[in-house]
């Protein structure tokens, strides 16, 4: 309790009356109430996952709330899902196929992870760059060839594994993979050392932007993989659009779109979680600003978290929220 509220008379306090002096303990209770710290494991320093974690933060820390957001750079959605189930981190991003192998206990996952949807927030749309002078014009002509495929830890690396094999570069036609992270990737690109980067992001990823300022890049066309991604390994996959004048690109070029789901270890508390997306819905423009451009983030777009069951808490935002 502060000095002013600790120094009421009697008088004042009989001023107050019932409902003022009521309203005086409710403060003082609020007051002392512990700040709720939660580590919310993002991804690598300049990426966008960290960018969407460090405006949650600050997000948070405006809002008044007894919540902290602490983001903890890592190495994305696989790295990430561990972090949940060990307990190293309370709140986490991951691409939605990852999460749902985490769910089930399976691929990078030996068991069942106890971790619940909040919402899904954005789409990755799925970028294989290789510059436009260069000899590689379909995904098939990449065998053979050094490719930056991730980096080692993430969704990006988890859905470029499975978009080569699809694609049949496997065996003797396999690529050689490099595990390079975006910044990593984007610098052996414009030197020469691989041939070709796999990014799965936002819409423009700045990093791509800037290359495609200095070197005349082709996207190649992915959309004709959907299918047998979401045949071989369920429905998390969908085709999208990078739209014609991002990264210069004269025409629009299909491609591949996999969901990013904000998630919280099952045992989160369900008044922290309710809290938490509130402060999300209030400030989504403001979270996105630095991931992706011009995407929305609405109830029936965020509710859509597949195979991974929302935590109790967002059903009660939800439901409070929108009936």
Not at 152 to 161: K, N
Not at 171 to 183: I, N, Y
């Amino acid at each position: 309790m502060t000095s002013a509220k600790a120094g009421l008379d009697r008088r004042s306090l009989l001023r107050l009356g019932v409902g003022g002096l009521a309203a005086v303990l409710a403060g003082c209770a609020a007051e002392s109430d512990p700040v709720q710290q939660l580590r919310f494991a993002t991804g690598p320093q300049g990426g966008p996952y960290h960018a969407f974690g460090q405006a949650l933060a600050d997000a948070v820390a405006a809002s008044g709330r007894r919540l902290k957001i602490v983001p903890v750079g890592t190495a994305a959605s696989v790295d990430n899902l561990h972090r949940l189930d060990r307990g190293s981190a309370e709140l986490a991003l991951a691409m939605a196929d990852v999460a749902e192998d985490a769910v089930h206990g399976r691929a990078e996952f030996s068991r069942p992870v106890p971790v619940r949807a909040l919402a899904r927030v954005y789409v990755n749309y799925t970028h294989l760059v290789v510059p436009a002078h260069g000899p590689v014009r379909t995904v098939r002509a990449l065998a053979g060839r050094p490719v930056a495929a991730g980096a080692a830890g993430s969704g990006v690396q988890v859905l470029a594994r499975r978009l080569l094999h699809v694609a049949g570069l496997t065996g003797d036609s396999a690529v050689r993979e490099r595990q390079l992270g975006l910044a990593e990737s984007v610098r052996a690109l414009r030197a020469g050392s691989v041939d070709a980067l796999i990014w799965s992001g936002g819409v423009p990823t700045p990093a791509l932007s800037e290359l495609a300022r200095t070197v005349p890049l082709r996207f190649l066309p992915l959309d004709g993989f959907v299918g047998p991604l979401r045949e071989r390994y369920g429905p998390v996959y969908s085709a999208v659009t990078l739209p014609a004048g991002v990264y210069g690109l004269r025409d629009a070029v299909g491609t591949i779109g996999v969901g990013n789901y904000l998630l919280a270890r099952a045992d989160a508390p369900e008044g922290v979680v309710r809290a938490l997306l509130q402060v999300v819905f209030d400030q989504w423009r403001e979270l996105l600003r630095d991931v992706t451009a011009g995407a929305r983030l609405e109830p029936r777009f965020a509710l859509s978290t597949g195979g991974v069951p929302l935590h109790p808490g967002a059903v009660a935002y939800y439901r409070s929220a929108y009936g």
